[in-house]
């Protein structure tokens, strides 16, 4: 019974601690926007201006940083499936020869 206790006890300590992590994450970016709340300007191409917040600028340039990093592993995962795939047929053929190929007791 006691390390069924002290099981649920350190499952328990562990969930509120990442909540609690989770939470002072949320504070810091929020006191983050909070502090840089200021219109920042975004000049691009064709003489296109847009002005918004900075923490909504930041928060797009990672947002976009975040979509650009998987859009580049796309290609090695795709790569990764077929491995995969194609690695159970092989391991399944060698099984069934190394079975048939016992000698009869």
């Known amino acids: 019974m006691g390390a069924n206790h002290t099981r649920s ?3 328990n ?14 504070l810091l970016v929020l006191g983050f926007a909070l502090k840089n709340s200021h219109t920042a300007t975004f000049y691009s191409y ?7 917040p900075l923490i909504v600028m930041l928060g797009l340039a990672f947002v ?3 979509l650009t990093g998987m859009l ?8 990764l ?5 194609r690695r ?3 391991g399944e053929a060698d099984t069934i ?7 009869a007791v």
């Not at 064709?46 to 918004?52: E, F, I, K, M, T």
């Not at 580049?72 to 790569?79: D, G, V």
């Open 9 to 11: 006890f350190m499952k």
């Open 13 to 26: 300590l562990t969930r509120y601690l990442g909540l609690a992590l989770k939470l002072l994450v949320f």
């Open 46 to 52: 064709l003489g296109y201006v847009w002005q918004a």
């Open 64 to 66: 976009l940083g975040a």
């Open 72 to 79: 580049a592993l796309l290609p090695t995962l795709f790569r």
């Open 81 to 85: 499936r077929r491995e995969i795939a």
């Open 88 to 90: 159970p047929q092989a």
């Open 97 to 103: 020869a190394q079975i048939t190929d016992m000698p």
